[in-house]
């Protein structure tokens, strides 16, 4: 099985910034792509930001030139650099992996139990 462990959220003011971390361990061969989603009270999961195994990044229009994503494939790990951030990116973020699984190998979705971002003065 495959784990994915979100880190870094917390309360910020409105122009600040934060930093997280989503960690994927277990029975890992590969991972395809990752992302970060949010989802805010009463609204629909959606995409923040999206990386592949070759580096190709996409973003939401909300967030374009304040959030960046990177990945380092040697730790498993995605990242999620938020400045200038806004009440409006109050949500719960949630990692998302595409993984090769070993033993046997197949290859699965998985995603984090989420961290809780609010943006407020």
């Known amino acids: 099985q495959v784990q994915l462990v979100e880190s870094g959220g917390g309360l910020v003011q409105p122009g600040g910034s934060l930093r997280l971390s989503c960690v994927a361990s277990?029975?890992?061969?590969?991972?395809?792509?990752m992302g970060w989603y949010r989802q805010a009270p009463g609204k629909q999961r959606e995409l923040v930001a999206h990386?592949?195994?070759?580096?190709?990044?996409n973003y939401a229009d909300s967030v374009k030139g304040r959030f960046t994503i990177s990945r380092d494939n040697a730790k498993n790990t995605v990242y999620l650099q938020m400045n200038k951030l806004k009440p409006e990116d109050t949500a719960v973020y949630l990692c998302?992996?595409?993984?090769?699984?070993?033993?046997?190998?197949?290859?699965?979705?998985?995603w984090g139990q989420g961290t809780q971002v609010t943006v407020s003065s």
């Open positions: 277990g029975s890992i061969f590969s991972i395809n792509a």
């Open positions: 990386i592949t195994s070759g580096g190709s990044i």
């Open positions: 998302n992996a595409d993984v090769v699984v070993i033993g046997p190998i197949y290859e699965n979705d998985y």
